[in-house]
């Protein structure tokens, strides 16, 4: 009897990155709403210089996500292997939706 993928220590090539690339879609998506909201609320009552400014901002922090999110979308599609996430993207990603984040609560307040 062989060794499966998982006892031989390689990875198991089943749906898990079509369900990683899905969930980079969704998580796209989700700060794509954040970001046309925030827009939205802050050129609510007139476009301001602190607006405008946290307007754009929040624009740049989605396109910086975006890149990200679209480069391991397509890293995940490839059919082959996926490589590993590198420890810059990561917090490239996750420094772009905790600045999102920030920007988001101080247009509430």
Known sequence: MT???L???GRDPGLQPERTRLAWRRTT???TVV????G???L???PSATAI???VLCCGLWLGFLAVAHRRIRTLSEGVPPTAFTPRHASTAALCTIALALCAVALVL
């Open 35 to 38: 970001a046309v909201l925030a």
């Open 3 to 5: 060794a499966g993928p």
């Open 29 to 31: 998506l989700a700060a």
């Open 44 to 46: 609510r009552e007139g």
């Open 40 to 42: 939205k609320s802050a």
């Open 7 to 9: 006892e031989s220590g």
């Open 53 to 55: 400014v946290v307007c």
